[in-house]
């Protein structure tokens, strides 16, 4: 005997309709935090872009200052050293003028037939002294009486200009009985000297 399976089918039941997991609406805020998300790190790149522009440029601009002084100083430097040739050029004119002016005394008194005071002018001119230079000189009573004038870049080199004179032969009996000292409390680099020997 055979034996029947029966089955009870219910042609009026209603099928359940397949749901995602995810609803559409679920979707479509996930790609709008993820849109949102990369819009964020798009500003922020941005950003972090911007301040390294911005870094950049004070730097160059630091680059540039920097630049424009080390330029300004070569050119002080330059200035400075272009003045002070000058300063030397201008102290070598007066020293040839010096030397100048001693050299036509000299002539004068060879003119004049009088050697000794040209040996007195000779004798000083080989004791010369560096930063000191005279512009005038004056011997009367063949010698025993003696005035000088001149320029010195310092004061103390004055006493030792005349202690220098007074090592040679010519001048050692002459003494230095008056000094008179110009333009100390100026500021300037020089300091102009009288002297007076007998």
């Not at 029947?4 to 009026?12: A, G």
């Not at 200009?161 to 008179?180: A, F, H, L």
């Amino acid at each position: 005997m055979m034996q029947f399976f029966k089955q009870k089918i219910n042609l009026y039941q209603k099928t359940q309709a397949y749901l995602p997991t995810l609803s559409a609406m679920r979707i479509m805020q996930i790609w709008l935090a993820l849109l949102a998300l990369l819009i964020i790190s798009a500003f922020i790149h941005k950003l972090i872009l911007i301040n390294h522009v911005k870094e950049i440029e004070t730097l160059k601009e630091e680059q540039s200052q920097e630049n424009s002084e080390l330029l300004e100083l070569s050119q002080n430097k330059k200035v400075n050293n272009v003045v002070k040739a000058k300063n030397e050029m201008i102290l070598l004119k007066e020293k040839i003028a010096d030397i100048d002016s001693i050299v036509s005394q000299l002539k004068q008194l060879e003119d004049e037939d009088r050697s000794p005071f040209s040996f007195y002018v000779e004798s000083i001119a080989m004791r010369h002294v560096k930063g000191t230079y005279l512009a005038y000189i004056n011997l009367q009573d063949e010698g025993r009486r003696m005035s000088f004038s001149g320029v010195a870049l310092e004061p103390q080199l004055v006493p030792i200009m005349v202690q220098s004179w007074q090592k040679s032969p010519s001048i050692i009996s002459t003494q230095v009985k008056k000094v008179r000292l110009d333009n100390l409390k100026q500021d300037k680099d020089y300091v102009k000297f009288n002297l007076q020997a007998e």
